[in-house]
């Protein structure tokens, strides 16, 4: 297996000054390229073991006495890769702020609610047409301290690992409409603005399941001039 080199024109620089952590863990000196082990290209693999029934769900899989607070979505899409062919039996990872922009974690200590009920995170495997799904609950935004009155539009991050570790793929997942957007220097760190504009699901009413929850639509594709952009 072979694979086509990356275009970074199309992913974050590693220094981008309006992200302020970036400036603290850029590298400060010209990256050395590696060829790839034989390992980074024959896997991993995974079977429906590696995300057992009912992790998709995390408006269940995180229930201690009722049901999470807020808007219920079903996000779903395919992984595709260079070619836009599908990419089958692949481990999907998401995690997420919940409703009220807070996450389960000892560093945030944003004052917004956490809710027992929403661990904010879960994982699939795709289907034979690279398919995946999950049902959640629609984060919030948070404020991040990168700037004066800094805040994080509403997303969810993703982990795609493809065909092969090569293949590898940490992004992030936008709304539509979000005023944040043009104010988020993660954001716009992606140089490229179709990139950006790959980033946003597409809200899709015939996803959407009546009186239950809205549903958007998110492919993922993980290389070449296509590519999702990756992660700031």
């Known amino acids: 297996m072979s694979f086509q080199p990356r275009d970074w024109r199309i992913h974050p620089p590693h220094l981008f000054e309006g992200y302020r ?7 400060s000196q010209t ?3 590696l060829s790839g082990a034989l390992s980074e290209h024959q896997g991993p693999a995974f079977s429906a073991a590696a995300a057992p029934s009912g992790e998709a769900d995390l408006t269940r899989n995180g229930r201690v006495n009722g049901e999470p607070l807020g808007e219920r979505i ?4 395919r ?17 997420q702020a919940n409703a009220s922009g807070r996450y389960i974690h000892k560093v945030d200590q ?8 929403f661990l904010g995170a879960g994982r699939c495997v795709t289907d034979a047409e690279g398919r995946y799904r999950f049902l959640t609950i629609k984060p919030g935004a948070y404020p991040w301290r ?8 509403q997303h969810i991050h993703f982990s795609l ?11 992030q997942m936008y709304f539509p409409g979000d005023p944040l957007h043009t104010l988020d220097p993660m954001f716009n760190s992606i140089p490229d603005p179709a990139g950006r504009e790959r980033l946003i699901a597409a809200f899709k009413l ?18 070449g001039r296509l590519a999702t952009p990756m992660e700031g």
């Open 161 to 171: 690992f493809g065909p092969a570790f090569a293949t590898r793929l940490v992004t």
């Open 74 to 77: 079903i996000v779903t899409g």
């Open 206 to 223: 015939d996803l959407t399941e009546p009186e239950y929850a809205l549903g958007y639509e998110f492919d993922i594709v993980l290389r």
């Open 110 to 117: 944003h004052d917004a609610p956490l809710d027992p009920n």
């Open 31 to 33: 990256l050395i390229p």
């Open 146 to 153: 990168n700037h004066a009155n800094a805040w994080r539009p």
């Open 79 to 95: 992984v595709l890769d260079e070619d836009a062919r599908p990419v089958a039996n692949t481990l999907v990872e998401l995690w």
């Open 21 to 27: 952590s970036t400036v603290l863990r850029a590298p």
